[in-house]
């Protein structure tokens, strides 16, 4: 029986199978992002709704695993060395189960940085500019009389699709042919973009090619339409 009592967050989510990874999460592009990953590296895990929209992830429990306070973190019971891991920022968690599960994640050394330069890519670009725009179409900042934000980032959403609709020319996926955490990191957000923030028709979506092949082709993946909708909302 794994030992998960050095968490506080296990006193709140507590675990029906502390042997598997623990999965604090929500399904928002960022969440879906590790709950895809599991469900492509048929890693053994429990998932646990921390429900954003009343403030969970701002609780003491969920504080002493991301003092950043967002979601998805994780603990792996059987870390490195055999030892409980915690770990919070997506990117780094699907670098991690990917190292872990020798899944997703190329063998290549080349192919290997290459991938998690796309990883980046998406954390540092697409879901900081894509979450702007989702706010100031849809959300609050739609109700700004002043639109040069909305434009801002609307502008620099389209040119960061331009740039994945060049790397997708000739490519079934991010890297060629082979399918890794660079499209799990990035599908989400573009889905999300055109659908949830329905802004498909302010980033001239509809002008686009090799992206919405591959988005398409992403969401058709069985494991990504489970992964999609862990954990169940409340």
Not at 61 to 74: D, Q, V, W, Y
Not at 97 to 105: D, F, H, T, V, Y
Not at 207 to 221: F, N
């Amino acid at each position: 029986m794994s030992d998960l009592s050095a968490f506080p967050i296990a006193s709140r989510w507590p675990a029906a199978h502390p042997d598997r990874i623990q999965l604090y999460s929500f399904p928002t592009p960022n969440g879906v992002k590790v709950s895809i990953a599991l469900e492509e590296m048929g890693l053994a895990y429990e998932p646990h709704a921390v429900d954003i929209g009343k403030d969970e992830t701002w609780t003491p429990e969920f504080l002493s695993l991301n003092p950043n306070g967002k979601i998805p973190a994780i603990i792996d019971p059987d870390g490195p060395g055999g030892n409980p891991i915690g770990l919070f920022e997506s990117g780094a968690i699907l670098l991690y189960l990917a190292e872990k599960s020798g899944k997703l994640l190329p063998a290549d050394a080349a192919q290997r940085y290459e991938t998690i330069q796309w990883v980046f890519f998406q954390m540092a670009a697409i879901g900081p500019m894509f979450g702007q725009v989702g706010y100031f179409h849809k959300f609050a900042g739609r109700e700004i009389e002043d639109k040069r934000p909305l434009n801002r980032y609307r502008d620099e959403s389209k040119r960061l699709l331009g740039v994945l609709e060049t790397r997708l020319d000739g490519r079934q996926w991010i890297m060629g042919d082979e399918y890794t955490i660079a499209d799990v990191s990035t599908l989400g957000w573009v889905r999300n973009l055109v659908g949830f923030y329905d802004a498909g028709e302010l980033v001239d979506y509809d002008r686009l090619k090799h992206v919405p092949a591959w988005l398409e082709r992403g969401l058709a993946r069985p494991a990504v339409q489970r992964g999609l909708e862990i954990p169940k909302r409340p």
